[in-house]
């Protein structure tokens, strides 16, 4: 099975440039073997001494006639593995 023109498990090689904008911003680009490429631009709004509100674009030159929903799942599941966990 293919998920955005790569088979699940298959490897491959890239560069990514990642670069924070301080305070409150960072940009990842990602190149791909194939001319591929894929971006991520998100921007932070503090609400409340201890939250926050994330603002995200995310672009690809590849897949474009593939559901994006499966893209905006997987990005979900990085930032989940990213997020602070809660104190009770």
Request: no cysteine; hydrophobic share 40%.
């Amino acid at each position: 099975m293919k998920t955005g023109g790569l088979a699940i498990g298959e490897t491959v090689s890239g560069e990514m440039d990642y670069r924070v904008q301080l305070p409150l911003a960072a940009q990842l680009q990602q190149s791909l073997p194939g001319g591929r490429r894929y971006a991520v631009w998100l921007t932070v709004s503090p609400v409340g001494a201890a939250r926050a509100r994330t603002f995200w674009f995310v672009a690809r030159n590849y897949a474009l006639d593939d559901d994006d929903e499966k893209f905006v799942r997987f990005q979900q599941d990085v930032v989940a593995q990213d997020r602070a966990r809660q104190r009770h």
